[in-house]
Each structure stands twice: as structure tokens, then as C-alpha cells.
T-cell receptor
């Protein structure tokens, strides 16, 4: 009930291409869906987040698409750059519940020249 | 504005020992959560504190404990260390309880030998 399933586990994309990472959740109480970016040796950094009242949110080259009926959301990185190479985590939480975020298992993204 | 500060960055302990990790949240943030990150289990929620009170606790044994001080700084303690406790321990701060936007520190890398 609390799981967040993330795919793929790893992804290789050519520079300039579109990177797409998908997540699916089960708990319909989730109402906050952030994405975190983590570089080796660093803590996760909040990248972008969405709430279920919108189907898409864009910030620069990063876009979250949200499908409430399918209980799925995805991260799209447009014009992917080598500096985007990192591990990406999706997460889900319930506003008002405190900070208990349930995380996906992570996607290791590598952007090749 | 300073970010979340975790100390120490690295620790090596022996099985059976205990360890205390420290976290200073972003100035003005009053809620602190702790997560354990391992390659096998990913990011797992340990506990959350707000106003010196534990609000949520994850599915970890009682050897894992924490506390929060009046200045919002938090510590977590692990007693009777086991090899499986080797992990990156991450602290996240939020403005208040029930505020899901969480900002992570760089973590403390604990190695149990």
C-alpha cells in the first residue's frame, strides 16, 4: 500500500535527448509527489514537485507529468546534459502527515556525449 | 542561507558500539526527519521530530532512537551496532510539521566493522 515503484533502474541517454523516468504508486492518499536528484557523495536535492490538482508542471528543462487515474507520474528531462548524470528518486507523501516521504528505488541516469 | 548540516560526515564503528549523529536544520525550519539509505533498501524513513516531539516513526528496531532540542537541532542514536547498520544516514528539514517539502543534508556515512 505504501510502495512507490520506479523504473527504469538505470538509463543511458545521449546528450540533447529526452530522459524519462516513471513512477507508480498505490496509496490514493498520497497528494505530494517530489523528485530528488542525488550526486555521488551528496544528499538528495529537491528538483521539482507536483500535487494531484495539476497534470503537468514544468521548471526549466524538467517536467513532471501526473496521471491521477493511473496512479502514475513521470519525470522528463529535456535536452539532457552530461551534468544531469545522477541518481533520481521519485517520492510520494501525504500533506499533514509530517515528513514521511515514501521513496522509489532510484534511477541511475547517465548522459553520454 | 545555510543548508542542512550533518556531522560527522564519516564514521567507522565496531559492532556492538553505539553512535550518535547530529543534524542542524535550515534556519527557521522546525521539523527534522531522518532516513537511512542503503544500496539494497534505498531510502527508508526512520523518524520525524517537530517541537522536540517524535511525530512519526518508521519500521526500525528500538536500537534506533532520536531526539530534538529546543533549537530544532536533532540527534539520532544507534546502539549495539550491527554490520547491517552500515549506511548513509540522511537528515531532512522542513519548515513545520505536515509540510512535505523536505531539504536533505549531505548525510553521515556510517561504516560498521
Amino acid at each position: 500500500q505504501q510502495q512507490v515503484k520506479q523504473s527504469p533502474q538505470s538509463l543511458i541517454v545521449q546528450k540533447g535527448g529526452i530522459s524519462i523516468i516513471n513512477c507508480a504508486y498505490e496509496n490514493t492518499a498520497f497528494d505530494y509527489f517530489p523528485w530528488y536528484q542525488q550526486f555521488p557523495g551528496k544528499g538528495p536535492a529537491l528538483l521539482i514537485a507536483i500535487r494531484p490538482d495539476v497534470s503537468e508542471k514544468k521548471e526549466g528543462r524538467f517536467t513532471i507529468s501526473f496521471n491521477k487515474s493511473a496512479k502514475q507520474f513521470s519525470l522528463h528531462i529535456m535536452d539532457s546534459q552530461p551534468g544531469d548524470s545522477a541518481t533520481y528518486f521519485c517520492a510520494a507523501g501525504v500533506a499533514g502527515s509530517g515528513e514521511k516521504l515514501t521513496f522509489g528505488t532510484g534511477t541511475r541516469l547517465t548522459i553520454i556525449p | 542561507k545555510a543548508g542542512v548540516t550533518q556531522t560527522p560526515r564519516y564514521l567507522i564503528k565496531t559492532r556492538g558500539q553505539q553512535v550518535t549523529l547530529s543534524c542542524s536544520p535550515i534556519s527557521g525550519h522546525r521539523s527534522v526527519s531522518w532516513y537511512q539509505q542503503t544500496p539494497g533498501q534505498g531510502l527508508q524513513f526512520l523518524f520525524e521530530y517537530f517541537s522536540e516531539t517524535q511525530r512519526n516513526k518508521g519500521n526500525f528496531p528500538g536500537r534506533f532512537s532520536g531526539r530534538q532540542f529546543s533549537n530544532s537541532r536533532s540527534e539520532m542514536n544507534v546502539s549495539t551496532l550491527e554490520l547491517g547498520d552500515s549506511a548513509l544516514y540522511l537528515c531532512a528539514s522542513s519548515l513545520a510539521a505536515g509540510y512535505t517539502e523536505a531539504f536533505f543534508g549531505q548525510g553521515t556515512r556510517l561504516t560498521v566493522v
